[in-house]
């Protein structure tokens, strides 16, 4: 990304995106991207593509249909408290915890 507003405007528009605040760092099992105390593994074909922004603030866009709720936690899942749902018709608005930091809403089908 060399101009994230214009990338995060050109993927929203193209198609319903969430946008997270992340940071990639160098961890244990390599690079990886951070959200609070949740760590993903960035995939080896990414890794090459993302390796300059070590150290960095990213956005990372999750896609509305991507979400669900989970009985059982899973290792690679953002945990998050859902703390207000906004029905809006055809979707729901989401405001979320993620990490103690409560300022993400989502867009949920």
Request: glycine share 8%; aromatic share 4%; charged share 25%.
């Given at each position: ?29 390599g690079l990886e991207a951070k959200v ?21 603030p990213i956005q990372i866009g999750i ?47």
């Amino acid at each position: 990304m060399t101009n994230p507003p214009t990338a995060s405007w050109a993927v929203s528009s193209a198609t319903p995106m969430n946008f997270v605040a992340a940071k990639i760092e160098r961890g244990d099992r390599g690079l990886e991207a951070k959200v609070g105390d949740w760590h993903l593994q960035i995939p080896a074909d990414m890794r090459a593509a993302l390796e300059r922004y070590a150290g960095k603030p990213i956005q990372i866009g999750i896609r509305a249909e991507a979400m669900e709720v989970l009985e059982v936690p899973e290792h690679d899942a953002l945990a998050v408290t859902v703390e207000v749902v906004e029905p809006l018709g055809s979707q729901n608005l989401l405001t979320v915890r993620i990490g103690g930091k409560r300022d993400e809403s989502f867009d949920t089908p």
